[in-house]
């Protein structure tokens, strides 16, 4: 599993080479700000230390014990040296047993850099996709204020006024004031989701920048089964494969330690001597029995967990699918967000002809909010969904939609 998640790897990086955008030009697209922000968010260039973190846990558990050096001078009249080099033997699997622990450790290192580069990526699509929501909200509030300040000040400046006339002026008076709290709302969520596409690139976006995306009407077909596994299943797999390097390792500990190496003696007005020496713990009183019966248990208990944890994630992707496919159906027929902003003109429109009553007017202000809405809400979603599903695929999208 190590070796192929190794393989992989290489998507968790997008190359610079691959894209021509310079990140410090003026930003022309949403992609081309996506595109940056992938190569520029803190988050995803900190993953560079992982890399390096798994390499030196791979070289620690493949090491070998450095030999140990004894030596013992005499001073008395046979002046006595002998010198040994033992060398520490590792048997009954000992280090086999560490390389699979560091190989599963770095397992799950990997998923989670996985899964950090995929919710940076969402994150940064669903703020390109509300920037834009955000931008036709409030462009749709003050077309509206303006409207209503302008239908107002043609009703005062009446020398007479009808009742109607006088309960219009209140009216729109009123939905004024509501209109101007819900565009600081909007506003000031709008410079926070612009503080947070500042902060994935790491510069502040100037005011000549585009980043407004496109909506979408029709939406990419997904192939289910592309989705083999959540990274929630990944990360109880590689959980189990060090559940077990970790019992193998304890099993490894019941056999003897032993050390071997040449042994040099030297006694006084006699030649140099050269012999063996064999050093070894036998495991009479104690086979680590305490630690591999935990580590059993450990590993009975995570066996009967991963199944479960399987069935619970492919639940999840098949209904992932599911909303994903309605809400682009939802999407495909609703009208466009543009369309639901001409209806306001219409209205208006009617209510200048004399169609329809003041109330009407502000109604429909506020089916129209309210549908804005929904459609967007549910634009959000899939967004979400998109590059969810498409990053439990192993393939984080490299171009935003």
Do not use: H
Not at 300 to 328: H, M
């Amino acid at each position: 599993m190590y070796k192929y998640i190794l393989a992989i790897m290489p998507f968790l990086i997008i190359s610079q080479t691959i894209y021509a955008t310079d990140c410090n030009e003026p930003i022309k697209s949403a992609n081309d700000f996506y595109v940056c922000a992938l190569l520029k968010d803190k988050r995803i260039v900190s993953l560079k230390f992982s890399r390096e973190e798994r390499e030196g846990r791979s070289t620690e558990a493949a090491q070998i014990p450095n030999p140990e050096v004894e030596s013992e001078f005499n001073f008395d009249s046979n002046k006595n040296q002998n010198i040994s080099i033992l060398q520490p033997i590792e048997i009954g699997g000992k280090r086999s047993a560490r390389i699979e622990i560091a190989n599963a450790k770095n397992n799950e290192s990997l998923i989670k850099d996985q899964s950090i580069k995929a919710r940076v990526a969402t994150d940064i699509s669903q703020s390109l996709v509300k920037y834009r929501q955000l931008s036709t909200r409030i462009s749709l509030l003050e077309e509206m204020k303006k409207s209503l300040k302008s239908f107002t000040r043609r009703l005062k400046g009446k020398a007479v006024r009808t009742p109607e006339e006088k309960t219009a002026v209140t009216i729109f008076t009123m939905q004024s004031t509501v209109l101007d709290t819900q565009l600081l709302s909007l506003k000031q969520d709008f410079k926070l989701t612009k503080n947070l596409l500042e902060l994935s690139i790491g510069r502040n976006i100037k005011e000549s920048e585009k980043l407004i995306s496109r909506e979408r009407k029709n939406w990419p077909v997904l192939k289910k089964n592309s989705v083999k596994e959540t990274f929630s299943s990944k990360l109880a797999l590689a959980s189990l494969a060090q559940v077990k390097g970790e019992f193998e390792y304890q099993r490894s500990k019941a056999w003897p330690e032993i050390s071997i190496g040449p042994v040099m003696e030297k006694q006084s007005g006699s030649d140099i001597e050269f012999g063996a020496k064999i050093e070894f713990v036998l495991p009479l009183f104690n086979t680590n029995g305490g630690a591999k019966q935990e580590s059993r248990a450990k590993l009975s208990k995570a066996q009967s967990l991963i199944s479960r944890t399987k069935l619970r994630e492919s639940t999840k992707v098949r209904t992932y699918f599911e909303q994903y496919y309605d809400i682009a159906q939802f999407l495909k027929n609703s009208p466009s967000q543009k369309n639901i902003k001409k209806s306001v003109s219409k209205s208006l429109e009617l209510f200048s002809k004399g169609m329809i009553q003041p109330s009407g007017i502000v109604e429909s202000y506020r089916s129209t909010l309210e549908t804005l809405e929904a459609v967007q809400e549910k634009e959000l979603s899939i967004y979400k969904l998109y590059w969810m599903l498409q990053s439990y695929s192993g393939e984080v999208p490299k171009e935003f939609l």
